[in-house]
């Protein structure tokens, strides 16, 4: 069951990104705006360029990774859509950005070991993923297993 939601989920996401179809959605984002820059204060705070392990859980494009790619030591993104990783290598190619990784990965099953990661940041993902398993993973890629020790996830 959860392979074909996996499927199902990165064939949506490669067709939809992989043309103009989503051109015209920016407007329904438009509300969130305001609470964007106050979560992007929130995370500011918490990045160490000397130390931060940072990932990006469903980067998309990975246009949040590469504006905050100067204030981080190591950057990871993970999407499950190919056409996706493709565009966020390609800026960070265009950009010169050696600091980050983007990689096809299903968000459920990450190839990542156990607490690698010091921040975990997330946007507009959950509701795509089984819940249970994504957090169970989250905990275990997660310093300290987000029971504390100053790592953080914001989703």
Not at 14 to 38: I, M, Q, W
Not at 88 to 112: C, G, P, R
Not at 122 to 146: A, F, M, P, T, V
Not at 147 to 154: P, V
Request: proline share 1%; hydrophobic share 35%.
């Amino acid at each position: 069951m959860d392979l074909d939601r996996v499927k199902r989920e990165r064939e949506w996401h490669n067709e939809t990104f992989g043309t103009d179809v989503r051109a015209n959605v920016g407007k329904f984002y438009s509300p969130f705006h305001l609470l964007d820059d106050e979560f992007d204060a929130t995370i500011n705070e918490k990045l160490k360029k000397e130390t931060t392990v940072f990932l990006d859980y469903g980067c998309g494009n990975g246009h949040y990774l590469i504006n905050i790619s100067s204030k981080i030591k190591k950057g990871i993104g993970i999407d499950i859509s190919e056409t996706l990783i493709n565009h966020a290598k390609t800026k960070q190619k265009e950009k010169n950005i050696e600091n980050l990784e983007f990689m096809v990965m299903d968000a459920m099953n990450t190839s990542f070991g156990s607490s690698c990661f010091d921040i975990i940041h997330g946007q507009s993902i959950l509701h795509h993923l089984d819940l249970k398993k994504s957090l169970i993973e989250i905990k275990r890629i997660l310093n300290g297993g987000g029971g504390g020790g100053g790592a953080q996830i914001f989703f």
